[in-house]
């Protein structure tokens, strides 16, 4: 893999820094080498071997994924907040011959595994000396990773090393990654997003990451206003967070946070639609703009707004490089300028299958080799709009289509209102009724924003129902689960 071969021309350079110490490329290359002859064990090639790891954002992480790698495996990182039934699930989906566990994880992930007669290692025994490894064509699988799980069961996506390395370039292209470069991760590390983005890119610039094991509004706020980092990637609900965090913090701290913050040349947002009051609060706060983009599990990333341009709120740029983007319609013709059309993608970036899914496969491909995302969007000015996911965010209430983003985005424009998603509940009378979840710090009647609501949305775009939270599911990446929102709001009429 050319990620791991441009390693070694950065050697004594800083790659990963954790909570432990600092981590040169060459240790790195090192360590890797030798958990790859340790998962090895004698054997020449892992031949697509599936090996699932559980273990926090750390040195020892990368040392491990880097180390399936090279030995010809494919790397199946665990989410380390999944309660045991999403572990069987995957474990039972992907059939790995190993699982490898850091001490904290390993009660839990340890009775799954040895049930299933998987080998269970502890991080620290993924050691051995190093031996001849295996060349490993591109075109193999190097990674699964599961879908989010928003809209139904998670289907298990095999990357390809190809496509890893494709993904990368994009962005290294697009976000003009350098060596010089310093990022915070605070991202979880089962999805792509974390892996690809954030690590990835950084590793094959000979730049540093800084790994914190988890995500805490007030550590990162610090990290962030002491100053050295050069970026910093998240999904909207952090930095929701971190507005709240820097909201009640003292005039001082807020201008040593713009400060340090000043030394950034870049704030990335994705893995969710930003709330434009989010990017506008942010933007007071930090002076950044954020960039926002899009992508999924399936593609990597798709579209982008500008490093250098205009960042338009609400727009999620153009197609970024070595990705070919197109809207169909539904009449499954292009979609002019201005009309909603489905996105689909086309390019390098694009995995290759849903793990022992052919039907699923086949249905997910046009025949010319086009995925078909299930998002809609609309191109206003040669700019991409998403209006949501097509099947839980394009409602159908009275024979119109409704976007549910559009009224998200307009309800957290309200002062009162913190979180809040919009649903389609079925319904005899309307096909689906609107109906929006809100959450708010302060009591208040539904017919209050209700009422709010007309004065600024055509009457079919008004929920027809208002219901208050505490909070809104939603899966380690931040994104609400919308399943879940309507067997809440649901009630038999």
Request: proline share 7%.
């Amino acid at each position: 893999m050319e990620l791991i071969d441009r390693a070694a021309g950065f050697d004594e350079r800083i790659a990963v820094a954790d909570r432990s110490g600092t981590f040169s490329y060459a240790q790195l290359l090192t360590g890797s080498a030798r958990a790859a002859a340790r998962l090895l064990a004698g054997s020449a090639d892992l031949t697509g071997e599936r090996v699932a790891f559980m273990v926090e954002p750390s040195f020892d992480y990368v040392r491990i994924q880097w180390g399936i790698w090279r030995a010809g495996g494919v790397a199946v990182p665990l989410c380390l907040t999944h309660p045991a039934p999403e572990l069987e699930y995957v474990l039972d989906t992907v059939r790995p011959s190993i699982a490898i566990t850091s001490d904290r994880y390993a009660d839990l992930l340890g009775p799954l595994a040895r049930s299933r007669e998987i080998e269970m290692l502890a991080v620290e025994d993924v050691d051995a000396e190093p031996v001849i490894l295996p060349k490993v064509d591109p075109r193999r699988p190097a990674m699964i990773l599961f879908t989010s799980g928003t809209t139904g069961r998670p289907k298990g996506v095999v990357i390809t090393n190809a496509n890893i390395e494709a993904q990368i370039a994009s962005l290294v292209e697009a976000w003009e990654w350098s060596a010089e470069d310093r990022i915070l991760l605070t991202l979880p590390l089962h999805h792509i997003h974390g892996i690809v983005n954030v690590i990835a890119c950084a590793l094959w610039s000979g730049a540093r990451c800084d790994m914190l094991p988890g995500f805490d509004a007030a550590e990162v706020v610090d990290r962030l206003s002491n100053g050295g980092l050069t970026l910093y990637m998240a999904v909207p609900t952090i930095y929701h967070r971190l507005i709240g965090d820097l909201d009640t913090a003292s005039a001082e701290d807020r201008a040593r946070f713009r400060e340090g913050v000043s030394a950034l040349r870049l704030m990335v947002s994705g893995s969710a639609a930003l709330p434009v009051p989010v990017l506008e609060r942010w933007r007071e706060l930090s002076g950044h703009t954020l960039l926002e983009r899009y992508g999924m599990t399936e593609i990597g990333m798709g579209l982008s707004n500008p490093y250098r341009g205009d960042r338009v709120p609400g727009s999620v740029g153009m197609p970024l490089p070595q990705v070919e983007v197109r809207l169909v319609g539904d009449d499954g013709e292009s979609a002019a300028e201005g009309v909603p059309g489905e996105i689909q993608v086309r390019g390098p970036t694009v995995f290759v299958e849903y793990w022992e899914r052919p039907e699923e496969t086949a249905e997910a491909f046009t025949d010319d080799g086009w995925f078909r995302t299930g998002d809609t969007a609309v191109v206003e000015d040669g700019r991409y709009r998403i209006l949501g996911r097509t099947s839980v965010d394009i409602l159908k209430t009275g024979g119109e289509k409704v976007s549910a983003l559009e009224i998200e985005e307009l309800l957290l424009s309200h002062p009162a209102v913190s979180e809040v998603a919009v649903v389609g509940v079925d319904d005899p009378e309307w096909g689906q009724r609107v109906v929006a979840m809100v959450v708010v710090p302060t009591p208040m009647e539904s017919d209050e924003l209700r009422d709010w609501l007309k004065t600024r949305l055509a009457p079919h775009k008004v929920p027809k129902e208002i219901h208050f939270a505490d909070s809104l599911p939603r899966n380690p990446m931040g994104k609400t689960i919308k399943p879940e929102v309507v067997e809440m709001v649901s009630s038999p009429r």
